[in-house]
Nanobody, 136 residues
Framework: EVQLVESGGGLVQTGGSLRLSCAAS?????????????IGWFRQVPGKEREEISCINTSDGSLYYLDSVKGRFTIATDNAKNTVYLQMSNLKPEDTAIYYC????????????????????????WGQGTQVTISS
C-alpha cells in the first residue's frame, strides 16, 4: 500500500523557516500512480483537533491553503521524486504542532480535488508525523 514518510521538522525561533518533506512510496497501488493522488499537510496539537494546512493535486497543481498560513507557507510537488514539500516561513509559536502528510483520491471536480482533501477528513493514507516547535 501507499506509505508516507515525513521529515524536516525541528526547533526554530519565531520568524524562522523550515521545509517539510513527504516522501511517498508503494506505487502503483490499486492501479494508481503518485500523480493520481492529492497530497496534503495537516497538523495537530495534543488535546486539539487536527487542522488542515495545505493540499495539492499532484496532477494539475491545484492548491488549498488555510487562511492563517497563506503568504507564509508554500506547498509544492516533485512528481519525479514522489515527494511533496511544505516550505514554511515566518514561523510563529502557534505553528507548533505535529505535522502529518496524507494522500487521497477524493471525488471532486478536477480543480477542487485539493480543496476536497483539505476540507474533508484527509486521505486514506497517513504518515507518522514530524514535530515542529517554534520558540518565542
Amino acid at each position: 500500500e501507499v506509505q508516507l514518510v515525513e521529515s524536516g521538522g525541528g526547533l526554530v525561533q519565531t520568524g524562522g523557516s523550515l521545509r517539510l518533506s513527504c516522501a511517498a512510496s508503494g506505487f502503483p497501488f490499486d492501479g494508481h500512480t503518485f500523480d493520481d493522488y492529492a497530497i496534503g499537510w495537516f497538523r495537530q496539537v495534543p488535546g486539539k483537533e487536527r487542522e488542515e494546512i495545505s493540499c495539492i493535486n499532484t496532477s494539475d497543481g491545484s492548491l488549498y491553503y488555510l487562511d492563517s498560513v497563506k503568504g507564509r507557507f508554500t506547498i509544492a510537488t516533485d512528481n519525479a521524486k514522489n515527494t511533496v514539500y511544505l516550505q514554511m516561513s515566518n514561523l510563529k509559536p502557534e505553528d507548533t504542532a505535529i505535522y502529518y502528510c496524507t494522500a487521497g483520491r477524493p471525488l471532486a471536480p478536477r480543480g477542487l480535488i485539493a480543496d476536497m482533501l483539505c476540507r474533508g477528513p484527509g486521505g486514506n493514507f497517513w504518515g507518522q508525523g514530524t514535530q515542529v516547535t517554534i520558540s518565542s
